[in-house]
């Protein structure tokens, strides 16, 4: 699969961690930044991960924060983009199954780095159910409609 990835300062080591889990796992991995601990803000990270999924350049995205809330938030503003924050599999399995999560969102000082790569792997595993779920996450894109005019 090809993947985005996004961080903010507080995320690069986990990061590091979780780019180099999804590649051992045979993933492909575009690496929007940001590259250092350098102080810097997680809406920049989180716009360039959650276009290159609305644009098809990538199947699906991770972004990562200190809490996984600011850079969800940001990459939920770009349009067919559903970015959801998860602290555990159970979420993350559900983020798929339900809500057909494009972005996966967690926190680096929420969640250890294995913890995290089990949240990454549930969410990859799970399949977007459809049926019922299908109509509630058309009635999410119709809120986008209504809201650009
Ligand atoms: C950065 O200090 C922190 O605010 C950011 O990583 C994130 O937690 C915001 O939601």
New binding site residues.
Partial sequence: MKLGIGN????YGMKLEIKQHLESLGHEVVDHGTHSVERTD?PTWGRLVAEGVASGEVEAGIVI???????SIAANKVRGVRCCVCSEPYSARMAREHNDANVLAF?S?VVGVELAKMIVDEWLAADFLGGRHAERVAMIGAIETDHDR
């Fill in positions: 903010d300062h507080s995320a997680y924060c200190g809490t996984g809330i600011g850079i926190g000082r």
